[in-house]
Structures are given as C-alpha cells and as structure tokens.
C-alpha cells in the first residue's frame, strides 16, 4: 500500500513558475514509477508526465513538453513536477500517481494509487 500526499499547488502569473512534490509513505517507493495527471473544471483527467522507478527513463505530454520537468528523489520518497512557463490552460488540480514496476506508463487505469490533489491556477 502506497499513500501519496501532493503540495506546492497555489496561484501565479502566467510565465511564472511552481514546483509540485508528491510524497509517498512506504519503503518500497524506489520499486514504483510514477506519473502526474491533471483534471481541469468540467475536463476529464489527463496526463501530464511519467517516470521510471529509477528516474532514467521519462515521458511528457505534448502540451508539457519542454516546460515541465518530472524528477524523484528515492532518498526521499519523492517526485516532483516542475513547471515552468505556465499558462492559463495549465490551470488544473494536478495528482500524482504510482504503480509498482519498471518503466513508465501514460494511462489512468494503469495506476494503483493517487493522491489527493493540489490546485496550481495560473492567470494572466
């Protein structure tokens, strides 16, 4: 069982940037990969990035891709999302999620557990 904890989330300017960590309780977290998704108002969630339980191996969304940057510190328990650039359509609540295994995974259903969320609204 893995529990998941996101913060970071808050208001800023388009342009600007934040940092989201997720923390996860467990001493199996190195043996997870992990990814972030985000849920607009009246969206469906969709995904934003993924990594490999080493941090070797990652993937982005398009609409991320050269603005974000997902990292894990397996010392700590913890991945992160920075976000840089953002823009108003990046206003989502952002969750990470995990799963036990290798390689990296961009699909809701292929995550085990999630947290609860943290709200990033950007304005311009």
């Known amino acids: 069982q893995v529990q998941l904890v996101e913060s970071g989330g808050g208001l800023v300017q388009a342009g600007g940037s934040l940092r989201l960590s997720c923390a996860a309780s467990g001493r199996t977290f190195r043996s997870y990969a992990m990814g972030w998704f985000r849920q607009a108002p009246g969206k469906e969630r969709e995904f934003v990035a993924a990594?490999?339980?080493?941090?070797?191996?990652?993937y982005y969304a398009d609409s991320v891709k050269g603005r974000f940057t997902i990292s894990r510190d397996n010392a700590k328990n913890t991945v992160y999302l920075q976000m840089n650039s953002l823009k108003p359509e990046d206003t989502a609540v952002y969750y990470c999620?995990?799963?036990?295994?290798?390689?990296?995974?961009?699909?809701?259903?292929?995550?085990?557990?999630w947290g609860q969320g943290t709200q990033v609204t950007v304005f311009s």
């Open positions: 999620a995990a799963r036990p295994g290798g390689g990296y995974y961009r699909e809701i259903d292929e995550y085990d557990y």
């Open positions: 990594i490999s339980w080493s941090g070797g191996s990652t």
